[in-house]
């Protein structure tokens, strides 16, 4: 697993499209990343990028452990770690889907609490 993309305690907002849905890229010579620390995909012979959310919040993923991975691993395929390239991946223990780890061996370590469905608040 690479080493974490924020330390503990901090966030950041990820202003670009990332992760789930991948559409084609319109110049399939292209072999940049597909979404920021991402990295160059083909898939079925197309050059993809992120079509994914906006506006996610980013933070050290064991800076919510209460986060559960979704029944039967679902949308946590990768390598050695979910790839957080199936889309949300993470729930609450009320079972809502919220966040998208991203913890694979070849790409960053982070976790994407979606911003549609994820509000902070002070603690009292």
């Not at 994914?52 to 990768?78: F, K, Q, T, Y």
């Amino acid at each position: 697993m690479a080493a974490a993309t924020l330390p503990q305690g901090h966030y950041a907002i990820e202003t670009e499209p990332w992760g789930a849905p991948y559409v084609p890229h319109p110049d399939q010579g292209y072999t940049g990343p597909r979404q920021p620390r991402g990295h160059w995909t083909v898939d079925q012979g197309v050059t993809v990028l992120s079509a994914g959310p906006r506006g996610n919040i980013v933070i050290h993923p064991e800076d919510a452990p209460a986060l559960r991975p979704l029944p039967d691993w679902e949308n946590s395929g990768g390598c050695c770690g979910p790839s957080g390239d199936s889309g949300l991946n993470r729930a609450c223990p009320c079972g809502a889907r919220v966040a998208t780890l991203a913890a694979d061996c070849f790409g960053p370590y982070e976790l994407h609490l979606d911003a549609k469905r994820v509000h902070g608040h002070e603690l009292s």
